[in-house]
């Protein structure tokens, strides 16, 4: 299965992104260019709202979530199912403490909110990133965060709107981005050690 | 009559101006700058790297960690992560403050496999909720003052005399932890704490308010974004470290 997986964080809900992702012209974009499932950390909170959505959409009768609780790091799955025009697949939990494995084993594509952790996270695994930044929120350093990443050539940015996302999807589909390199950094190293023995023993001068 | 006035005025002067001086001495701002600080640029990194190896076989690390909650719990665990060879290092003591559970829980996984590290945990109450009155906050300050303090006087006992660091991020709590550790030292004359802070990476033009009072205390403060360096100019910028 070719995945997105979609993480809005642990502390607060990212309803717009949800909204936008479960969007039928943009789940069209995303057939387009070979995705047919889409696994989504929707946060605490916001199962009941989005099992409202998804009532209103046109879904298979006998889905069964191909993927436990267990294995998505949760203790149980929110929301899962096929779409009945095009067999796009959707599979959401409130919270998991599996991001990491999820992102390995299952993405092909990520679609984040504009955290820290999310973002190192996908970038540590090399995964393709598109960060949605939350303009709802007050004190908010994400558009900065998101732009500094953008302008480094790690990720795409971009709004929480379908139509938004879809532009993301096409440049991070048919651009190269650039590799997000960890190398162990010898300067800090020195510096924790220096710190740590210099007044001691006097042995590091 | 007169001369023990004037000799209680003197040694009064002569005691104030030992404690400024110890002041001036234990707090970052007057510290001269490293002057061999270009020439370390060029030792290549295999002779450090091995110079720390030795070290660190020698006299194990000491090294407390202030564990906070959600995202500065988040990268403070990367950073351990990704500097393991000399933070998780077999041997290594680690005193490790938490305020929440799943930071303890958090933490617990990283360290699973590792048997050689021998951790201490303290747990630190935090210094507010949020919606607590003012009456309520006082209180909890008070206890959070009280009981940081005798975890202070305990970590800093232990680690006296022994190769350490204090490993700061983002939470208010620092705050707290980093002025204790810096009134211990201006008391007791032969030490020093030690305190790295790591500006989170969410501040790429301003620092964050605990970065801008531990600024102020810390003996080494890095940041993640070189624009820090303009604002914060003690600043040391590695590029991203978590």
């Known amino acids: 299965m070719k995945t997105i997986f979609v993480t809005c964080g642990a502390t607060v809900p990212f309803p717009d992104l949800i909204t936008s992702v479960l969007d039928k012209k943009f789940i069209d974009t995303a057939i387009k260019f070979g995705y047919n499932r889409l696994i989504a950390q929707i946060g605490n909170g916001y199962t009941e709202t989005l099992l409202k959505n998804v009532s209103k959409l046109d879904t298979t009768n006998n889905y069964i979530c191909p993927l436990t609780a267990e294995q998505l790091g949760c203790n149980e799955v929110a929301c899962s199912f096929k779409l009945k025009a095009n067999d796009f697949e959707f599979i959401a939990i409130a919270y998991s403490s599996k991001i990491e494995d999820i992102i390995r084993n299952h993405a092909s594509l990520v679609i984040s909110h504009a955290g820290t952790g999310s973002i190192l996270d996908a970038l540590k695994l090399t995964k393709r990133l598109i960060v949605c930044v939350n303009d709802k929120l007050m004190d908010n350093h994400q558009q900065q965060i998101a732009d500094k990443f953008e302008d480094l050539g790690y990720i795409v940015a971009c709004k929480a709107t379908s139509a938004s996302l879809m532009r993301g999807i096409d440049i991070i589909q048919t651009n190269t981005l650039q590799e997000f390199s960890t190398t162990r950094n010898t300067n800090f190293e020195n510096l924790l050690i220096k710190t740590a023995y210099s007044n001691t023993t006097g042995l590091y001068k | ?242």
């Open chain 2, 1 to 242: 009559m007169e001369l023990s006035v004037v000799h209680w005025f003197a040694s009064g002067i002569l005691i104030i101006s030992l404690i400024l001086s110890r002041i001036l001495f234990v707090l970052p701002f007057f510290r001269l700058n490293e002057s061999h600080k270009q020439d370390e640029q060029n030792i290549p990194d295999e002779t450090i790297r091995k110079k720390i190896e030795s070290l660190t076989n020698n006299k194990p690390l000491n090294a407390f960690i202030f564990l906070g909650s959600g995202g500065h719990t988040g990268e403070m665990l990367r950073l351990l992560q990704n500097f393991n060879e000399i933070l998780l290092k077999s041997g290594a003591i680690l005193h490790i403050g938490y305020s929440d559970d799943q930071s303890y829980q958090k933490f617990q996984n990283l360290v699973k496999g590792k048997k050689d590290i021998n951790v201490q945990y303290y747990h630190f109450v935090k210094a507010r909720e949020v919606n607590a009155g003012l009456l309520q906050s006082l209180i909890s300050i008070t206890k959070t003052l009280i009981t940081s303090l005798i975890h202070i006087i305990t970590i800093k006992y232990k680690m006296i005399n022994k190769p350490h660091l204090v490993l700061l991020n983002g939470p208010g709590t620092c705050c707290i932890i980093a002025l204790w550790f810096k009134i211990i030292d201006i008391l007791l004359f032969f030490t020093s704490s030690n305190i790295i802070y790591v500006e989170s990476l969410a501040r790429i033009n301003t620092l964050s308010m605990t970065g801008k009072i531990l600024y102020l205390f810390a003996d080494q403060f890095v940041v993640q974004w070189e624009e820090l360096i303009q604002v914060a100019p003690r600043a040391k910028y590695f590029g991203i470290l978590v």
